[in-house]
């Protein structure tokens, strides 16, 4: 069955639950699991990453990427000025993303620092940014699971 670009099937569903339980795995490994050639499973991950459904590779280990805190950080904006934020936040090397949101704030960032004086710092600078009217920040405790 030869599949188009825009399409998912059940094997790549399958590919992609593996993938996120160890994005390590062998190719050759993957494809005794999936009943697949190496090079079909090669092909499949080729195609998932140009469709952007597998968007590289990161770190998942904080203390071992010198990430040891880490804080959710809701902004309220001025809607005329989100395209300025968005462009400063950009700039912040600790923030890991910024999302818009519902709700009361209009956006979230994910802060990521190596100690509570660095995640302070952003969170000053976040606070003081033009065009952000309020911050309210929490410090993750710690993740009872992460997928």
């Given amino acids: 069955m030869v599949i188009s670009d825009n399409q998912q099937d059940a094997i790549d569903t399958a590919l992609l639950s ?10 050759a490994s993957l494809a005794r ?3 697949l050639a190496r090079s079909s499973v090669q092909a499949r991950i080729a195609r998932l990453e140009r469709l952007g459904i597998i968007q590289g590779y990161t770190l998942r280990d904080d203390q071992r990427a010198g990430h040891l805190i880490r ?11 989100i395209a300025r934020i968005v462009s400063d936040v950009k700039r912040i090397a600790e923030v890991e993303s910024l999302s818009a949101i519902s709700g009361t704030y209009d956006m979230m960032a994910v802060v990521a ?3 509570v004086q660095d995640i302070d710092r952003v969170l000053d600078l976040l606070g003081l940014m033009t065009g952000v009217e309020r911050t309210m920040s929490s410090l993750v405790l710690s993740d009872k699971f992460r997928r």
Wanted: glycine content about 4%; charged content about 20%; aromatic content about 4%.
């Fill in 18 to 27: 593996l993938l996120r339980a160890n994005a390590r795995e062998p190719t």
């Fill in 113 to 115: 620092a190596p100690s």
């Fill in 33 to 35: 699991k999936l009943g």
């Fill in 71 to 81: 804080a959710y950080v809701l902004l309220s904006t001025n809607p005329k000025m």
